[in-house]
Structures are given as C-alpha cells and as structure tokens.
C-alpha cells in the first residue's frame, strides 16, 4: 500500500473516531490516533454460496394446519396488492379507491379534541391512568346502553368495550371453540369464514362449489329479497348474521328478523348480529337485534364507531352479550366471554374511549349523523350512475355499499376490467362467497370528487 493510501486511510479512521466519541462524551480520547501497520494484502473474492449449498434451518414445529386451508390471501389485502400492482404499471394515473370500506373524511373536532384532551392529560400526574378495566370504562358502557338500546333491556354491564367488531369476531370464535357448527350469509364479511377455518370448525375448501366443508351458506340473492329461506337451512350452533349486510347493503326487516330470531330458538342456535352499519339503517327498520321480542336469549350483537364517526383507524367497538344468554348447561355465555376478554385483552386505548365518549355526547350524535348523511350522498350518486347505464342495483339504501349485477361475468374479471380501464378500485363480488359471483361492491367511503370523477369514467366506460 502507498503512503498516500495509509495516510488517507488513518485520516479516514480519525476523522470517524472523532465523531463518534464527540458524540458520546469522550472527547479527551478526540487526539488519540493509533496507526496500525498495513499488509499489502491480495485480492478478495466475495462468492455467494450457491442455493444447493445453502442449508436452511427449520424447527420442529408444524404449521398450523387450518391455516393452511385458506384459499389466497384475505379479500381486502389481495384487492390492495393489485391496486399496487396497477399503480406501478401506470404511476402517472389517478387511481380512486371505491373498494375497501375505510372511511375518508375528518373525523368531527368534538371527538378529536375530547381525544387530544385526554392524551394530554396522561402527562400530568391528575390526569395520567395506566390499565383500565378489560370490559371498558363504566361511563362509556352505560352511555352506549342509553344511546343504543334504550328500552331494549340492555345494561351497561351486558356491554363489553373493544378495539373494534372486527376483533370482536374472533373474539368470539375463540368463546365457542373448534366443535361449533356455523351458518354464514353467503355473500358476507369474509372474517366470519376465515375465522371459523382458522378455528378448525370447518373442512377443507371444496373447489367445485367454491365452498368450505361443513359451513351453512345461507344464500342471500335478488330473488330471495337477500333474506335466506330458512325453511332450506340445516341447523347450526352459532349463525353470523349481518345486517345492513356487507357487502349486498340489504338491511332485514322486523319481519326477517323475528323469523330469524324464532329460527334460532327453534333450533338452540346462537345469532351473533353484526350491526356495524346500524346507523346508515333509515324508517322502521330494526337497528339492532334485540328490537325483537326474545332476542336477548339468542343473540349477541357486535358493533362499531368505525363507519360513523371515522374510527377505522383510531379502533373502537363493542359486544353485547346479554344476561339472559346461556349455553346448554344453563351456563351464562356472558361470564365466559368476560374470560376470553381478561386473558387476551388490556381493554381498548383510554384516548379512544374519550373519544367515544364524546360520540355520543349530543354534538358527537348530530356529527356522526353528519358523516353517515355525507357517506349516503355519495351511495345515492353511485346508485344513480349505475342504473342509469342499464344495470341491476342493490343496496345503497340503508347502507353505504353498492351491489351491482354484471350477469354472466366473473365478479374478478369486472374488478380487473374496471380497475385497468378507468383506474377505480372496486371489491369482486366472489370474495365475499360463492353467491357474489357475478356482482362487484362499490364503497360510498370517498372525497365526493373522487365519487363523481369515478362515476364520470363509468358512464365513459360502459356508455
């Protein structure tokens, strides 16, 4: 090695020493420099050991094999692979997203500052407060009892407070265990099927009817009004049901759901009601399941703040499981469920349980009733588009989803043609299960000119 290279090289050693003993005090060691004598050294050859060479390490652990059943990936993460996907092959184009139900706009600024006051709260010492209960703050149970199910018979202590439906649901899945049977709305929320696969309450995935063995799929169609003719169905120990209904945006009538809920009894089955829409519901309606008269000894009700006031992100949610509910052994489901939610859960964030609280304070309700109003705008813009071009619609009414008919197509094929034509993400009708084939959801969660710039390209493309 020349000199110039080994002064170089000692230059380039002090000068890194320096900075990095600067940077942790110990500047009396900054003049210390230690020249070490240098080798003329040869060629160094890196060569990558090739694949067949390489031994990879394995455990002695099997995978879970219910897991294993799953077909692809989940809906939603999939459909976000392809928008990315689609966004690298045209990076100039302005993608819309009228697919995944996440909602757009701002949260309202009574519930952000109920938030922002509690979290600074926690920096004062008044103010501060670690674990709180697992079932959530007294306050926030009894003002969603008064809120939602006044004169329904539902206490605050029947009211477990969560980070969202969605976790809820296996939650709950965990509560019943792998030896249940289960019926499902076919289409529906994919969560319930995964969940119950995962669990192991299924068999494996039958190819030929795009269905898992030993699941009740209830179809839900146009010419059963998206109601299931329960006179066909087998029984089942637990029935998720879901209404207003993603991803058809059909809400069940009264008379529906007390045809639902003697169907349950009938057979000792438990309902778990997802209502995570309940608030987009309009007229007579029912909003929650425990509108109808025995309810309360069949059925468990999940729910959300999600889609009213903006809280896909912030999480915040709630299960109703009332007194009244026991398994075979006269053993309340209640008590077990408290379990589940003490052994796998803190309770959900104090910051968002203040700004539930502040939902559901007279100007947190008229807000929330605000941003549905909004959403519901945009369903009917949607609505209006479509039938105008020709096509069957459904939904939209009481939900802020778009069921739209493209007969004798694959529901995938739509969502590819639309996403590469007119760069509008939309969700396939087949990922919500077998009786979707043929449909595409669009969401009514968008900026309104997203909405009426996506709708402008559907009139372009299938004028």
């Given at each position: 090695?020349?000199?110039?290279q080994?002064?170089?090289?000692a ?12 940077q942790n ?5 900054r ?16 060569v ?7 031994t ?5 652990v ?7 059943k ?17 966004m ?11 697919g ?5 706009e701002?949260i ?28 959530g ?33 296996s ?6 265990g ?7 709305q076919?289409?529906s ?13 299924t068999?494996?995935?039958q190819?030929?009817?795009?269905k ?32 207003p ?19 349950a ?22 909003k929650?399941i ?24 912030v ?8 007194k ?18 003490c052994?796998?859960?803190?309770g959900?964030?104090n910051i ?6 502040a ?6 309700l ?9 959403y519901?705008?945009?369903t ?14 459904y939904?939209g ?24 034509k ?18 595409v959801r669009?969401s ?16 372009e493309?299938?004028?």
């Amino acid at each position: 090695m020349s000199v110039l290279q080994h002064n170089h090289l000692a230059a380039s050693l002090s000068s890194s020493t320096s900075s990095f003993f600067a940077q942790n005090g110990l500047d009396v060691l900054r003049t210390q420099i230690v020249s070490v004598p240098l080798k003329k050294a040869g060629v160094c050859k890196c060569v990558a050991t090739s694949p067949a060479e390489q031994t990879a390490y394995k455990t002695k652990v099997s995978r879970n094999g219910n897991i294993a059943k799953l077909q692809a990936g989940y809906l939603f993460p999939e459909i976000g692979r392809r928008k990315a996907a689609h966004m690298l092959k045209y990076p100039d184009a302005q993608v819309i997203s009228l697919g995944i139900g996440d909602t757009t706009e701002p949260i309202p600024d009574v519930i952000t500052s109920a938030m922002a006051k509690r979290a600074l709260g926690l920096s004062t010492v008044e103010g501060y407060s670690g674990y709180g209960a697992e079932q959530g703050e007294k306050e926030l149970r009894a003002r969603l009892a008064s809120a939602f199910y006044a004169n329904l018979g539902i206490e605050e202590d029947d009211i477990f407070v969560s980070d969202g439906a969605k976790s809820d649901i296996s939650r709950l899945q965990v509560l019943f265990g792998s030896n249940v049977t289960m019926a499902v709305q076919d289409p529906s929320y994919p969560a319930y099927v995964d969940s119950s696969v995962i669990m192991g309450q299924t068999g494996e995935f039958q190819k030929d009817v795009e269905k898992f063995a030993n699941i009740e799929y209830m179809k839900c169609t146009p010419e059963n009004d998206f109601f299931p003719d329960l006179s066909k169905v087998s029984r089942t120990d637990i029935i998720f049901f879901c209404s207003p209904n993603n991803p058809t945006g059909s809400a069940a009538s009264r008379e529906q759901l007390i045809q639902l809920v003697k169907f349950a009894k009938d057979n000792g089955s438990i309902i778990v009601y997802d209502s995570a829409y309940a608030m987009y519901v309009s007229g007579d309606t029912p909003k929650s399941i425990f509108e109808i008269p025995g309810a309360k000894e069949v059925a468990i009700e999940t729910a959300s703040f999600s889609k009213y006031a903006g809280f896909t992100g912030v999480r915040l949610g709630w299960t109703v499981v009332p007194k009244e509910l026991k398994y075979s052994d006269g053993f309340p489901v209640a008590k077990d469920f408290n379990r589940i939610v003490c052994t796998g859960f803190n309770g959900a964030s104090n910051i968002a349980q203040s700004g539930g609280l502040a939902c559901l304070s007279p100007q947190g309700l008229e807000a929330m009733r605000e941003v549905v109003g909004f959403y519901k705008e945009n369903t009917q813009i949607i609505v209006d588009t479509f039938t105008s071009l020709g096509f069957k619609v459904y939904g939209g009414k009481d939900a802020p989803y778009v069921w739209v008919h493209f007969p004798g197509q694959s529901s995938w094929d739509v969502f590819s043609e639309i996403l590469e034509k007119t760069h509008v993400v939309t969700t396939p009708g087949s990922g919500f299960g077998p009786a979707g084939e043929g449909f595409v959801r669009v969401s009514a969660f968008g900026h309104r000119n997203n909405v009426l710039e996506a709708c402008r390209r559907f009139k372009e493309l299938y004028k």
